[in-house]
């Protein structure tokens, strides 16, 4: 039997734990249609790491992080800056971030690189992420920012959701708008910066977008939404942390990755709500119905056909669908039901 290391224990912690919270989050950013922004800031903190490198020649992981905040917050700010005085559009502007961002950070991984730096090895685990290398310091690190990043969800949870989904009001009820797009904002950079070095600059996108997408499958509810997505995202990080210490010390963001790929296509092919095998059976179970009981829709939208149709109304008379009344063809109770249930199939 398979025994779990003290190792593997605390990394499955900790990609639980980061899992969890990127879900929820997550679920803010997709209906708020920003879903792009977590993979922009994600790529633009690469350079942050690579400078922060560079001004300390340490690797540690707190130090490359905070350098990867205010990169990310950088990012965030020539965003905003596009967004305001331009008229570029908001997708074009993530785009020109993610690309110009991240091939700065690759240039200045290439010069460290060069140098020789005898420290400077392992930094390119940034990309795609190398969780088993973390110890126990790291993850409470992690623990930390992402318990008050819990926190602060849940005492701004009303604002949040009404920021969300009506603007209008939020605007209306005299809420400060500037202070939680800030606040959502840099709740988001925050969860980016500790997952990148489990997942990488590449694919931490992932466990914010997939958790949400795979739970608004299954509920169209919004606290539910929430909870799934943390349970989906926390699973995955645990359970793909496990698939790759025991797969040949796999890359952990792209098992990761791929196992939340999985689980969103499941739910979008099985969803019992919104599922596209549900929704291909329905369509084909409509057109048969219309192709079935077209004769009955036609004498549905135009009543009072005369009794000499009655010849082509024989199958629906026999059934008990139409009968004959004052020299017409009329739907009975029976018909009409089947009409509605016709109508509903789609």
Same mark, same amino acid.
């Given at each position: 039997?398979?025994?779990?290391?003290?190792?593997?224990?605390?990394?499955?912690?900790?990609?639980?734990?980061?899992?969890?919270?990127?879900?929820?989050?997550?679920?803010?950013?997709?209906?708020?249609?920003?879903?792009?922004?977590?993979?922009?800031?994600?790529?633009?903190?690469?350079?942050?790491?690579?400078?922060?490198?560079?001004?300390?020649?340490?690797?540690?992981?707190?130090?490359? #992080?905070?350098?990867? /905040?205010?990169?990310? !917050? +950088?990012? =965030?700010? $020539?965003?905003?800056? *596009?967004?305001?005085?331009?008229?570029?559009?908001?997708?074009?502007?993530?785009?020109?971030?993610?690309?110009?961002?991240?091939?700065?950070?690759?240039v200045l991984m290439s010069h460290i690189q060069k140098?020789?730096?005898?420290?400077?090895?392992?930094?390119?685990?940034?990309?795609?992420?190398?969780?088993?290398?973390?110890?126990?310091?790291?993850?409470?690190?992690?623990?930390?920012?992402?318990?008050?990043?819990?926190?602060?969800?849940?005492?701004?949870?009303?604002?949040?959701?009404?920021?969300?989904?009506?603007?209008?009001?939020?605007?209306?009820?005299? #809420?400060?708008?500037? /202070?939680?797009?800030? !606040? +959502?904002? =840099?709740? $988001?950079?925050?969860? *980016?910066?500790?997952?990148?070095?489990?997942?990488?600059?590449?694919?931490?996108?992932?466990?914010?977008?997939?958790?949400?997408?795979?739970?608004?499958?299954?509920?169209?509810?919004?606290?539910?939404?929430?909870?799934?997505?943390?349970?989906?995202?926390?699973?995955?990080?645990?359970?793909?942390?496990?698939?790759?210490?025991?797969?040949?010390?796999?890359?952990?963001?792209?098992?990761?990755?791929?196992?939340?790929?999985?689980?969103?296509?499941?739910?979008?092919?099985?969803?019992?709500?919104?599922?596209?095998?549900?929704?291909?059976?329905?369509?084909? #179970?409509?057109?048969?119905?219309?192709?079935?009981?077209?004769?009955?829709?036609?004498?549905?939208?135009?009543?009072?056909?005369?009794?000499?149709?009655?010849?082509?109304?024989?199958?629906f008379i026999d059934h008990a669908y139409v009968c004959?009344?004052?020299?017409?063809?009329?739907?009975?109770?029976?018909?009409?039901?089947?009409?509605?249930?016709?109508?509903?199939?789609?």
């Open positions: 039997m398979f025994e779990l290391s003290y190792t593997l224990q605390i990394v499955m912690l900790g990609t639980l734990m980061l899992g969890a919270i990127s879900g929820m989050m997550g679920t803010f950013v997709v209906l708020r249609e920003q879903a792009l922004i977590g993979d922009a800031l994600a790529h633009a903190a690469l350079p942050g790491i690579m400078i922060a490198f560079l001004l300390t020649g340490i690797r540690d992981l707190q130090i490359l #992080l905070i350098g990867a /905040f205010f990169s990310a !917050l +950088l990012a =965030m700010v $020539v965003l905003n800056v *596009i967004k305001r005085y331009t008229n570029i559009k908001f997708d074009a502007a993530m785009a020109l971030i993610l690309s110009g961002f991240f091939g700065v950070g690759q140098g020789g730096t005898a420290s400077q090895a392992g930094l390119s685990r940034f990309i795609l992420g190398q969780a088993a290398t973390m110890v126990r310091r790291d993850i409470l690190f992690i623990a930390v920012v992402a318990l008050v990043m819990f926190l602060l969800m849940m005492l701004f949870f009303k604002e949040l959701k009404l920021y969300i989904f009506d603007q209008n009001f939020f605007k209306a009820s005299g #809420l400060n708008e500037r /202070f939680i797009n800030g !606040l +959502l904002t =840099m709740m $988001v950079t925050f969860i *980016i910066i500790i997952g990148i070095r489990l997942v990488g600059v590449i694919l931490m996108s992932a466990l914010i977008i997939g958790p949400p997408v795979a739970a608004r499958q299954l509920s169209n509810r919004f606290n539910i939404n929430l909870l799934l997505a943390g349970v989906i995202g926390g699973f995955s990080g645990a359970m793909g942390s496990f698939l790759s210490a025991t797969g040949n010390n796999l890359p952990t963001g792209p098992v990761i990755a791929f196992l939340l790929g999985i689980i969103v296509l499941v739910t979008l092919l099985f969803s019992p709500k919104n599922g596209i095998i549900k929704q291909t059976i329905q369509i084909k #179970l409509y057109r048969h119905h219309i192709k079935k009981y077209r004769r009955l829709i036609h004498l549905y939208e135009n009543p009072g056909l005369p009794a000499s149709h009655a010849d082509d109304y024989h199958y004959i009344e004052d020299g017409q063809l009329r739907l009975t109770d029976k018909g009409k039901r089947r009409i509605k249930h016709v109508k509903a199939v789609r």
